[in-house]
C-alpha cells in the first residue's frame, strides 16, 4: 500500500521563527494529534519544523483523506493564519505517480 502524507504549513507572525508563544503553542498541540491519530488508527504524527516563516507538521499513514479528518479539528485549534494550507500527497515521496491536493486553511 503506497505511503501518504498529509503536510500542514502554518504562517507564522515572522519570516523566521515566529516568537516563543507561538513555537509553544503549536508544540502543545502535537500530543493531541499524536494520540489522536494513533487512537483512529490512520497513521502517526511524525514531528514538525520551524523556519523561513512556517511551522510545518509531517504526518504519513495509509490514506491522506484519512489523515485529515482526524488531523483538521486538532490543525483549527491552531489558528492557522491566512495562507496557512494542507497538502494531502497520494503516494511515496518521490514516486512521479504521486497526486498531491492542496487545502488553504
Not at 510545518?56 to 493564519?81: K, T
Request: aromatic residues 10%; glycine residues 12%.
Amino acid at each position: 500500500m503506497p505511503e501518504h502524507a498529509l503536510i500542514a504549513h502554518f504562517k507564522l507572525s515572522d519570516a523566521g521563527f515566529g516568537t516563543p508563544a507561538e513555537r509553544q503553542d503549536f508544540m502543545s498541540l502535537e500530543p493531541k494529534l499524536e494520540a489522536a491519530l494513533k487512537a483512529s488508527g490512520v497513521g502517526l504524527f511524525d514531528g514538525n519544523e520551524f523556519g523561513d516563516g512556517e511551522c510545518v507538521w509531517y504526518m504519513y499513514g495509509p490514506d491522506a483523506d484519512a489523515l485529515f479528518r482526524v488531523a483538521e479539528p486538532i490543525i483549527r485549534e491552531g489558528r492557522p493564519r491566512p495562507g496557512s494550507f494542507v497538502v494531502k500527497r497520494r503516494g511515496a515521496p518521490g514516486d512521479p505517480e504521486a497526486k498531491e491536493e492542496t487545502v488553504q486553511l
